[in-house]
């Protein structure tokens, strides 16, 4: 008899889908490849490209501390912007995710090995 | 005894709140950028300057969310000393934000792409000279805003920075209130041995043992020729509400990255020391400056 299926593993693909769209959001762009820079001009076209497996294919790999390096003139680092997003985001259409004990650092994550953690 | 007092609100600050928020692990890491120059000074001495920001990593992660918005709370620790009369100040702090929620997107989920995001940072923290004379208590609100999210060119992401989303390009504007203590020794005021000169010295309208009001508003914006060589202009000006006085703080940074995002060599002008003695001295340094 088959494995029955657990409830992360719906949860986690919306979780992917939540990042692509954060990372998009508060990436730095000259840390990514011309394919990843396309995706991510992809989902500031639409939202809904979040959804595509190219994109997903293209951002699911990327390593997030390198991708999200950057702050404001205040210093808020562009990771704590996405990870709070994702935090809000996430808990709007239902997925309660950890609001402390995320990595130390992003550098080495990606989206798939971060979707993986955050879950409460 | 005062110093001792001063230095266990200043840990209380930093500490409590982190350990209150956090899960269970304890400290394991700190982020920060330090660096180390060498300084002409106001008096036209030759010394030796430091400059460090730390994040300590106290669990870092406590993010909360709310009716409107997100927000994070952290500590932090800003320290810039040097020998001689260089400019110095110490800024202990346990700061965060708030990020008010953007107009939803097609998917029904808050759009933080292509709209204009406002951020308010706050802190709670304590700032002082490097001999902790005249150590204030300082409650800070600002605002910051981020804008929209543009198509990214391959051919020239750097003109498709995010505005407000890099530390070179941005605006900040803060409320600041608290109190400014006094912590000097008389003994050795009277005596003349301790009296500071050049860019030490502390030319600050506000008083020892008496509140403080301000208004503070930073702005930059940089210029990067293939993220290896930047020039940096950044501007920070205060107004003393209570005292009706301004001060400003002017600094040209030329940043030679030699390994990029974690070893540079820097070229620094500043001229004005900032808080907490806003000495209207100027001062050159040259240095390296490593990020971790």
Redo the contacts between chains.
């Keep these: 008899m088959p494995n029955s299926p657990k409830i992360s593993d719906y949860l986690i693909p919306e979780i992917q889908r939540?990042m692509r769209?954060?990372l998009?959001?508060?990436c730095?762009?000259?840390k990514?490849t011309?394919a990843e820079?396309?995706a991510?001009?992809e989902?500031?076209?639409?939202?809904?490209a979040a959804r595509y497996p190219n994109v997903a294919e293209a951002l699911n790999a990327v390593d997030l501390g390198k991708a999200l390096?950057?702050?404001?003139?205040?210093?808020?680092s562009?990771d704590?912007?996405f990870?709070?997003?994702v935090?809000?985001?996430s808990?709007?259409?239902g997925i309660m995710l950890?609001?402390?004990?995320?990595p130390?650092?992003l550098v080495g994550k990606t989206i798939v090995t971060l979707s993986q953690e955050v879950l409460a | 005894m005062k110093n001792l007092t001063v230095w266990f609100i200043l840990g209380a600050f930093l500490i409590l709140p982190a350990f209150a928020?956090?899960?269970d692990?304890p400290i394991?890491?700190v982020?920060g950028e330090i660096s180390l120059t060498a300084v002409r000074t106001e008096l036209e001495k030759d010394a030796v300057g430091l400059m460090a920001?730390l994040f300590p990593?106290l669990?870092?992660?406590?993010?909360?969310?709310g009716p409107g918005?997100?927000?994070?709370l952290g500590p932090?620790i800003e320290i810039r000393s040097g020998s001689d009369d260089a400019f110095q100040s110490l800024l202990a702090k346990v700061?965060g934000?708030w990020?008010i929620?953007p107009p939803d997107?097609?998917?029904h989920?808050?759009?933080?792409?292509?709209h204009w995001i406002h951020?308010f940072?706050f802190s709670v923290g304590i700032e002082a000279d490097r001999d902790f004379k005249t150590p204030s208590a300082l409650v800070e609100f600002?605002w910051?805003p981020?804008g929209p999210?543009?198509?990214?060119d391959?051919q020239a992401?750097?003109k498709?920075?995010?505005f407000?989303?890099?530390?070179n390009?941005?605006?900040?504007v803060?409320l600041q209130g608290g109190y400014k203590f006094d912590n000097i020794d008389e003994s050795e005021d009277a005596s003349g041995m301790s009296a500071d000169q050049g860019g030490d010295s502390d030319e600050s309208q506000e008083k020892p043992d008496e509140p403080i009001a301000r208004v503070k508003t930073?702005?930059?914006y940089a210029f990067t020729m293939m993220?290896m060589i930047s020039l940096v202009p950044r501007g920070t000006g205060w107004y003393d509400m209570l005292n009706q006085e301004f001060y400003y703080r002017l600094e040209a940074l030329l940043r030679f990255a030699i390994i990029p995002?974690n070893f540079s060599l820097d070229f620094l002008y500043e001229k004005g020391s900032g808080a907490p003695n806003f000495n209207e001295g100027d001062q050159y340094s040259t240095g390296l400056t490593i990020m971790f």
Excluded: H
Aim: aromatic letters at 8%; hydrophobic letters at 35%.
């Design positions: 939540i769209k954060q998009a959001a508060w730095n762009p000259f990514l011309p820079i396309a991510v001009n989902i500031i076209a639409s939202s809904a390096e950057g702050s404001t003139i205040t210093g808020i562009a704590k912007l990870i709070a997003s935090i809000q985001v808990l709007k259409i950890k609001k402390t004990g995320w130390e650092s | 928020l956090a899960d692990d394991r890491l982020d920001e990593k669990n870092t992660a406590r993010y909360f969310v918005g997100v927000g994070y932090k700061s934000f990020m929620t997107d097609e998917d989920e808050p759009d933080y792409t292509r951020v940072p600002g910051t981020l999210r543009k198509v990214i391959p992401p750097s498709s920075q995010r407000g989303l890099s530390p390009r941005g605006l900040g803060y930073e702005a930059t993220n995002n």
